[in-house]
Protein backbone atom coordinates (compact mmCIF):
# COMPACT_ATOMS: atom_id res chain seq x y z
CA UNK A 1 0.00 0.00 0.00
CA UNK A 2 1.35 3.56 -0.93
CA UNK A 3 2.43 5.48 2.11
CA UNK A 4 3.65 8.94 2.85
CA UNK A 5 6.80 9.00 4.25
CA UNK A 6 8.81 12.10 5.97
CA UNK A 7 12.75 12.42 6.71
CA UNK A 8 14.24 13.07 9.20
CA UNK A 9 11.98 10.89 11.52
CA UNK A 10 13.97 13.08 14.67
CA UNK A 11 15.75 16.63 14.64
CA UNK A 12 17.53 18.30 17.24
CA UNK A 13 18.01 22.20 16.66
CA UNK A 14 19.35 25.19 18.63
CA UNK A 15 16.88 28.04 18.99
CA UNK A 16 17.32 30.74 15.86
CA UNK A 17 18.46 27.86 13.75
CA UNK A 18 16.76 27.46 10.47
CA UNK A 19 14.79 23.34 10.18
CA UNK A 20 13.46 21.81 6.44
CA UNK A 21 11.51 19.01 7.37
CA UNK A 22 10.61 16.94 4.24
CA UNK A 23 7.58 14.65 3.41
CA UNK A 24 7.65 12.24 -0.18
CA UNK A 25 3.30 12.26 -0.32
CA UNK A 26 1.54 9.65 -2.47
CA UNK A 27 2.23 10.14 -5.86
CA UNK A 28 -0.90 10.40 -7.32
CA UNK A 29 -1.98 12.75 -4.51
CA UNK A 30 -2.47 16.28 -5.53
CA UNK A 31 -3.54 17.95 -2.17
CA UNK A 32 -0.63 18.22 0.81
CA UNK A 33 -0.68 19.17 3.94
CA UNK A 34 1.08 20.39 7.42
CA UNK A 35 0.22 19.51 10.99
CA UNK A 36 1.54 20.21 14.32
CA UNK A 37 1.27 18.54 17.50
CA UNK A 38 2.95 19.62 20.51
CA UNK A 39 3.63 17.43 22.88
CA UNK A 40 0.53 15.85 25.07
CA UNK A 41 -2.14 18.40 23.15
CA UNK A 42 -4.10 17.72 19.87
CA UNK A 43 -3.03 17.67 16.23
CA UNK A 44 -3.01 21.28 15.04
CA UNK A 45 -3.37 22.17 10.82
CA UNK A 46 -0.66 24.35 9.72
CA UNK A 47 -1.27 24.68 5.90
CA UNK A 48 -2.46 23.02 3.07
CA UNK A 49 -1.26 23.17 -0.49
CA UNK A 50 -2.92 22.41 -3.79
CA UNK A 51 -1.53 23.61 -7.47
CA UNK A 52 1.78 24.58 -6.21
CA UNK A 53 0.57 27.11 -3.79
CA UNK A 54 -0.71 27.53 -0.35
CA UNK A 55 -5.15 26.93 -0.27
CA UNK A 56 -5.24 27.74 3.60
CA UNK A 57 -3.31 28.13 6.61
CA UNK A 58 -3.57 28.88 10.34
CA UNK A 59 -3.00 31.52 12.76
CA UNK A 60 0.19 29.52 13.85
CA UNK A 61 1.85 29.38 10.42
CA UNK A 62 3.32 32.92 10.36
CA UNK A 63 6.19 34.48 8.61
CA UNK A 64 8.54 31.90 10.17
CA UNK A 65 7.15 28.92 8.51
CA UNK A 66 6.88 28.20 4.46
CA UNK A 67 6.03 25.53 2.50
CA UNK A 68 7.31 24.08 -0.97
CA UNK A 69 7.07 21.53 -3.69
CA UNK A 70 10.71 22.02 -4.75
CA UNK A 71 10.27 19.15 -7.37
CA UNK A 72 7.87 16.40 -8.56
CA UNK A 73 8.17 14.56 -5.34
CA UNK A 74 8.98 16.70 -2.24
CA UNK A 75 6.68 18.61 0.01
CA UNK A 76 8.93 20.47 2.03
CA UNK A 77 8.31 22.86 5.66
CA UNK A 78 10.77 25.28 5.91
CA UNK A 79 10.96 26.71 9.87
CA UNK A 80 13.37 29.78 9.19
CA UNK A 81 14.28 30.71 13.04
CA UNK A 82 13.33 27.95 15.63
CA UNK A 83 11.75 28.65 18.61
CA UNK A 84 11.61 26.67 21.68
CA UNK A 85 7.77 26.58 21.30
CA UNK A 86 8.20 25.21 17.44
CA UNK A 87 9.39 21.98 19.27
CA UNK A 88 6.56 19.48 18.29
CA UNK A 89 5.56 16.06 16.03
CA UNK A 90 5.20 17.63 12.69
CA UNK A 91 3.45 15.41 10.42
CA UNK A 92 2.84 15.55 6.41
CA UNK A 93 -0.52 14.13 5.14
CA UNK A 94 -1.32 13.83 1.55
CA UNK A 95 -4.92 13.29 -0.22
CA UNK A 96 -6.33 12.71 -3.73
CA UNK A 97 -9.50 15.18 -3.46
CA UNK A 98 -11.86 12.07 -2.64
CA UNK A 99 -11.53 13.19 0.97
CA UNK A 100 -9.39 11.24 1.96
CA UNK A 101 -5.76 10.82 3.07
CA UNK A 102 -3.09 9.94 4.77
CA UNK A 103 -0.52 11.30 7.13
CA UNK A 104 3.13 10.15 7.73
CA UNK A 105 4.95 8.99 10.24
CA UNK A 106 5.56 12.35 11.69
CA UNK A 107 8.70 14.42 12.42
CA UNK A 108 9.93 14.95 15.96
CA UNK A 109 11.77 18.50 16.39
CA UNK A 110 13.63 19.22 19.48
CA UNK A 111 14.79 22.95 19.53
CA UNK A 112 17.34 23.75 22.66
CA UNK B 1 -17.12 27.57 14.67
CA UNK B 2 -16.40 24.11 14.09
CA UNK B 3 -15.55 22.06 17.28
CA UNK B 4 -14.58 18.40 18.25
CA UNK B 5 -14.89 17.25 21.90
CA UNK B 6 -13.98 14.34 23.84
CA UNK B 7 -14.95 14.34 27.02
CA UNK B 8 -12.47 10.76 28.30
CA UNK B 9 -9.08 11.89 28.92
CA UNK B 10 -8.62 8.36 29.85
CA UNK B 11 -10.31 5.32 29.44
CA UNK B 12 -9.53 1.89 30.68
CA UNK B 13 -11.33 -1.61 29.60
CA UNK B 14 -10.47 -5.31 30.25
CA UNK B 15 -9.13 -7.48 27.02
CA UNK B 16 -11.41 -9.28 25.22
CA UNK B 17 -14.06 -6.33 26.01
CA UNK B 18 -15.82 -4.03 24.38
CA UNK B 19 -15.12 -0.22 25.23
CA UNK B 20 -16.82 3.03 23.74
CA UNK B 21 -14.47 6.49 23.04
CA UNK B 22 -16.85 8.92 22.82
CA UNK B 23 -16.96 12.09 20.45
CA UNK B 24 -19.56 14.94 19.60
CA UNK B 25 -19.05 17.60 17.15
CA UNK B 26 -20.60 20.84 16.27
CA UNK B 27 -20.57 22.60 12.80
CA UNK B 28 -23.35 24.24 11.04
CA UNK B 29 -22.16 22.92 7.61
CA UNK B 30 -24.36 19.97 6.44
CA UNK B 31 -21.88 18.35 4.48
CA UNK B 32 -18.81 17.18 6.82
CA UNK B 33 -16.74 13.69 7.49
CA UNK B 34 -15.77 12.71 10.51
CA UNK B 35 -12.47 10.24 11.56
CA UNK B 36 -10.99 8.54 14.20
CA UNK B 37 -7.00 7.96 14.52
CA UNK B 38 -5.12 6.23 16.55
CA UNK B 39 -1.96 7.52 17.94
CA UNK B 40 0.88 4.74 19.71
CA UNK B 41 3.35 5.55 21.79
CA UNK B 42 5.93 5.67 18.67
CA UNK B 43 3.81 8.55 17.37
CA UNK B 44 2.13 8.04 13.91
CA UNK B 45 -1.56 8.60 13.49
CA UNK B 46 -3.39 5.52 12.34
CA UNK B 47 -6.26 6.35 10.16
CA UNK B 48 -9.48 3.72 11.64
CA UNK B 49 -12.57 4.64 10.21
CA UNK B 50 -14.50 7.09 8.49
CA UNK B 51 -18.50 8.80 8.45
CA UNK B 52 -19.20 11.23 5.96
CA UNK B 53 -22.54 12.99 7.32
CA UNK B 54 -24.58 11.77 4.47
CA UNK B 55 -24.20 8.38 4.90
CA UNK B 56 -27.08 6.23 5.71
CA UNK B 57 -24.96 3.40 7.44
CA UNK B 58 -23.05 3.66 10.93
CA UNK B 59 -19.16 2.63 9.40
CA UNK B 60 -17.72 -0.35 10.29
CA UNK B 61 -14.26 -1.48 9.67
CA UNK B 62 -13.25 -4.80 11.43
CA UNK B 63 -13.46 -4.36 14.84
CA UNK B 64 -14.00 -0.78 14.73
CA UNK B 65 -17.56 0.34 14.65
CA UNK B 66 -18.99 4.44 14.68
CA UNK B 67 -21.72 5.06 16.41
CA UNK B 68 -23.21 7.95 14.56
CA UNK B 69 -25.91 9.86 16.24
CA UNK B 70 -26.41 12.73 13.64
CA UNK B 71 -29.28 14.39 15.89
CA UNK B 72 -27.30 14.23 18.66
CA UNK B 73 -23.75 15.17 17.08
CA UNK B 74 -21.92 12.07 18.15
CA UNK B 75 -19.88 9.91 16.72
CA UNK B 76 -18.56 7.41 19.09
CA UNK B 77 -15.97 4.86 18.34
CA UNK B 78 -16.47 1.29 19.37
CA UNK B 79 -13.68 -1.35 19.90
CA UNK B 80 -14.97 -4.51 19.92
CA UNK B 81 -12.92 -7.59 21.66
CA UNK B 82 -10.14 -5.28 23.05
CA UNK B 83 -6.60 -6.16 22.58
CA UNK B 84 -3.53 -5.48 24.31
CA UNK B 85 -2.42 -3.70 21.18
CA UNK B 86 -5.17 -1.42 21.55
CA UNK B 87 -3.60 0.66 24.15
CA UNK B 88 -3.06 3.48 22.63
CA UNK B 89 -4.28 7.45 22.25
CA UNK B 90 -7.64 7.65 20.06
CA UNK B 91 -8.50 10.92 18.31
CA UNK B 92 -11.60 11.85 17.20
CA UNK B 93 -11.50 14.21 13.46
CA UNK B 94 -13.30 16.55 11.20
CA UNK B 95 -13.12 17.31 8.42
CA UNK B 96 -13.72 21.20 8.19
CA UNK B 97 -14.58 23.24 5.56
CA UNK B 98 -17.30 23.06 2.73
CA UNK B 99 -15.67 20.91 0.52
CA UNK B 100 -15.53 17.13 0.27
CA UNK B 101 -12.14 16.85 -1.23
CA UNK B 102 -10.25 18.62 1.86
CA UNK B 103 -8.21 16.69 4.15
CA UNK B 104 -7.73 19.65 6.43
CA UNK B 105 -9.32 18.16 9.88
CA UNK B 106 -9.49 19.71 13.24
CA UNK B 107 -9.03 17.55 16.14
CA UNK B 108 -10.40 16.54 19.32
CA UNK B 109 -8.11 16.62 22.41
CA UNK B 110 -8.03 12.46 22.47
CA UNK B 111 -8.88 9.58 24.90
CA UNK B 112 -5.91 7.91 26.28
CA UNK B 113 -7.26 4.20 26.25
CA UNK B 114 -5.79 1.31 28.51
CA UNK B 115 -6.38 -2.43 27.82
CA UNK B 116 -5.93 -4.43 30.78
CA UNK B 117 -4.81 -7.85 30.55
Given at each position: ?112 | ?12 V ?14 S ?58 S ?11 S ?6 I ?11
Amino acid sequence: EPEVTQTPSHQVTQMGQEVILRCVPISNHLYFYWYRQILGQKVEFLVSFYNNEISEKSEIFDDQFSVERPDGSNFTLKIRSTKLEDSAMYFCASSDGAGQGHFGPGTRLLVL
Amino acid sequence: AQKITQTQPGMFVQEKEAVTLDCTYDTSDPSYGLFWYKQPSSGEMIFLIYQGSYDQQNATEGRYSLNFQKARKSANLVISASQLGDSAMYFCAMREGRSDSSYKLIFGSGTRLLVRP
